[in-house]
């Protein structure tokens, strides 16, 4: 458009074309620069972790160049990969992880459903609730949770503090009401004309749902299960607060409270730590990456 | 649609079928509030019973057998520490958020500048502080903030500066707690802003570049009116998380030194889980219900009226 009017114009504009792409050329140059320098401030503490944990303890405590391994070695992997108490955390995080995401889908997906296509008395307010619900911290949380389940056991004498799987019952909390939200965002953004078919040829909500909704929306489905996935793997104040002997622990917690033992710090150990802990959300997000970008903006966006 | 097939045959027939129709709809309903049940029941049980519990819970004495009204309460507001909590909680949210928006706001022009195809590598690469667990990108900046060996002082030593007490120091301490928020924050606000700077008309740059607007008045009058919605949902959002933070904190200065970095959450946990005080932890958490709902106030305005719009 504007390029037409230019062109358009008198011998005059010829010049005034060039210098504006000139000025292009120079912001581009300026973009590049300061997108180096932001992406080397957002990738330092992960290439540092990465640069420490090929270094032994001994080049460690030399205080050599820490930005670079003189001798790389990978016998802070094998001795981490090798202990059974650093297979249990990840046991228990994977487990965790796994079932967390599974109930979460099984909640959030039929109730998504049932609260953008079939209205019932109080399905508006509960869908505002539902978003509200994401808005309460679990900071707020954990200190009532805890005292709940001190008296669940008081009650019933079955344990709940201290074992991993009470935090099955805790994670979908956080998970559940934002995986709802956006499947109600994606629902809504199907076309009604689709489940008045369905329905006509016969078809019961059920079927609706799992023959209709859900293979449409399986891009909404992927991202809300990398959310649910991401933030279950990555929960700290939790386990933290309800977990304490070492078999039962999830893997942040694990690394964090027994790979810093009073004043020794493993460095090289616990940056290789730290970083086969973040391993896991960072390759799906490699592979995924469309999906957990459009599941980041679709709660802000849809709705 | 369904209703204007159904209709014709409904009112054909006799009453028996209409009460039948009415019976459909009745089960609609009915199969409508069991598949929503499970979310209901988790939100009922798990979040607004123990958000009422703790309630309770801050008016009961240590061992919580007896009721001791405000005591709690007024007990807090004679602790300087609370006072402390009270004024670093504030200076952190706020801060890190401004900074977050900042930097979101800038790093996303950025990235909106250069060739389409070259979006989506830096994108991907300016999001990983999102992606990696708090508490792991944590560590690895305890390790950069290490006393004797930071490699940050390394390089400051390579320029003849002086060593900075990262985290040993209360000043240093703030600064790092806040730089790491913004570390893992901006990203995000960087992907919501690249967002809404893609759903800006190309039409209306052109428009105020024929009337000779410069780059500072064109992001003043086009981008920022178009983008306002966007930047107070993601700073209010922002500042109900980075508000009710803990991981930062923890693993980074435990509150130290001397409990001038501790927040609400970081100071609850302290008081609660180690001290075992659940009654006062409660109640220091709960101070931060008043921030929380008058974000949730302004976001939720905002949800509604773009319900309606819709």
Not at chain 1, 2 to 9: D, E, H, L, R, V
Not at chain 1, 177 to 192: D, L
Not at chain 2, 66 to 87: C, P, S
Request: glycine share 6%; aromatic share 16%.
């Amino acid at each position: 458009m504007t390029s037409a009017a230019i062109t358009a114009g008198k011998a005059g504009t010829g010049r005034k074309l060039n210098s504006m792409s000139r000025d292009r050329a120079w912001a581009l140059r300026w973009s590049y620069f300061f997108l180096i320098l932001f992406a080397l401030f957002f990738l330092t503490p992960p290439i540092y972790m990465l640069i420490t944990s090929l270094k032994s303890s001994a080049e460690i405590s030399a205080a050599t160049n820490p930005w670079w391994v003189y001798a790389p070695t990978l016998s802070n992997y094998k001795e981490l990969l090798g202990s059974s108490q650093y297979q249990i955390f990840f046991r228990n995080s994977a487990l965790v992880s796994i079932f967390v995401v599974t109930l979460t889908m099984l909640i959030s997906v039929p109730a998504a459903f049932a609260l953008s296509r079939m209205k019932f008395w109080g399905s508006a307010t509960l869908a505002t609730g539902v978003f509200l619900t994401y808005l309460i911290p679990e900071t707020l949380l954990f200190l009532p949770l805890f005292k709940m389940f001190v008296t669940f056991t008081e009650l019933t004498g079955i344990e709940l503090i201290n074992r991993w799987w009470v935090l099955l019952l805790v994670y979908p909390t956080l998970t559940v009401p934002f995986c709802t939200w956006i499947m109600i965002g994606y629902f809504a953004s199907i076309p009604k004309e689709l489940d008045e078919a369905a329905l006509i040829d016969g078809a019961g909500w059920f079927q609706t749902l799992t023959r209709i909704f859900i293979p449409v929306a399986l891009p909404g489905l992927i991202a809300a299960t990398i959310f649910a996935f991401t933030v279950s793997w990555a929960q700290f104040l939790y386990p933290l607060a309800f977990t304490t002997s070492t078999d039962q622990l999830v893997l942040p917690v694990g690394i964090i409270t027994t790979l810093i033992k009073g004043d020794v710090f493993n460095w090289g150990q616990i940056m290789t730590g730290a970083l086969l802990g973040a391993a896991p959300p960072l390759i799906i997000y490699a592979f995924l990456m469309d999906y957990y970008i459009a599941g980041l903006t679709a709660g802000a966006t849809k709705g | 649609m369904v209703e204007a097939v159904m209709r014709p045959q409904a009112t054909a027939r006799t009453a028996r079928k209409r009460t039948g129709l009415h019976k459909a709809m009745q089960r609609k309903s009915t199969i409508a509030f069991i598949m929503a049940l499970p979310l209901i029941l988790l939100i009922a049980v798990m979040v607004l019973y123990p958000a009422g519990y703790s309630l309770h819970l801050a008016t009961l004495n240590k061992s919580m057998e007896r009721f001791v009204g405000l005591n709690n309460f007024t007990f807090l507001f004679k602790r300087e520490t609370f006072w402390l909590v009270v004024w670093q909680s504030c200076i952190f949210a706020v801060t890190a958020v401004v900074f977050k928006a900042l930097i979101g706001f800038i790093v996303a022009h950025f990235v909106h500048n250069i060739p389409t195809k070259g979006q989506r590598k830096w994108r991907g690469m300016l999001l990983v502080p999102w992606v990696i667990p708090p508490a792991m990108s944590c560590l690895a900046w305890l390790w950069l903030f290490d006393p004797s060996y930071s490699a940050f002082n390394y390089i400051i030593a390579l320029f003849g500066g002086d060593p900075i007490p990262w985290t040993g120091n209360t000043y240093w301490a703030r600064f790092s707690v806040i730089l790491v928020n913004i570390w893992i924050g901006a990203p995000f606000f960087m992907i919501m802003y690249l967002a809404a700077l893609k759903s800006v008309p190309d039409q209306l740059y052109e428009a105020a570049a024929i009337d000779g607007a410069n780059w500072w008045q064109r992001i003043w009058f086009v981008t920022l009116p178009m983008m306002r919605n966007i930047i107070a949902i993601t700073a209010l959002f922002s500042l109900i998380v980075t508000f009710a933070n803990f991981d930062i904190v923890r693993v980074l200065t435990f509150g130290g030194p001397i409990d001038t970095t501790h927040v609400f959450a970081t100071w609850a946990f302290r008081i609660g889980i180690e001290g075992g005080d659940i009654p006062l932890g409660a109640c220091v958490s709960l101070f931060m219900v008043p921030i929380l709902m008058f974000a949730a106030v302004f976001i939720l305005r905002d949800i509604n009226r773009r319900g309606n719009e819709a």
